[in-house]
């Protein structure tokens, strides 16, 4: 049985921004990582050059605020989120600065050793603003 993170609320993950990204040639790829005890750390500076939000913006905030969706259907999709009896990318939409929704694919690797979730997201349709760069 894989060990993932087992989080009780939906509440509690919370997104972490490094003021500092490396320079890589995926810049485009907006890649997370999800800790045992909720800290959605967030590995690019494409998601907040997607969203719009500056990193202060969204250091602290809750992954579900960013949901394009209610609180009791947000909270429902992050739990599909950890769980590895879901199989394949997951469709996300996530509520940008400036109040439209961006819909996302979600591919999702789970690290049975840390406990982690390795997320690569990249935006669909026709107003993503970065190139789509698709993941294993």
Not at 48 to 71: C, I, K, N, T, V
Request: glycine content about 8%.
């Amino acid at each position: 049985m894989l060990a993932v993170p087992r989080l009780a609320q939906p509440e509690q993950v919370v997104l972490r921004c490094r003021r500092n990204y490396p320079r890589d040639p995926g810049a485009g790829v907006c890649l997370a990582r999800l800790h045992a005890d909720g800290c959605f750390e967030l590995l690019s500076g494409a998601w907040q050059r997607l969203l719009g939000f500056e990193p202060a913006e969204l250091d602290g905030r809750a992954l579900l605020a960013l949901l394009a969706l209610d609180p009791p259907s947000g909270g429902r999709l992050i739990g599909r989120l950890v769980d590895p009896e879901e199989t394949g990318p997951m469709r996300l939409e996530l509520r940008c600065k400036d109040g439209r929704s961006l819909p996302m694919q979600w591919h999702r690797r789970f690290d049975a050793y840390d406990r982690s979730l390795y997320i690569a997201a990249e935006p669909l349709g026709a107003d993503a603003t970065a190139p789509l760069c698709r993941a294993p």
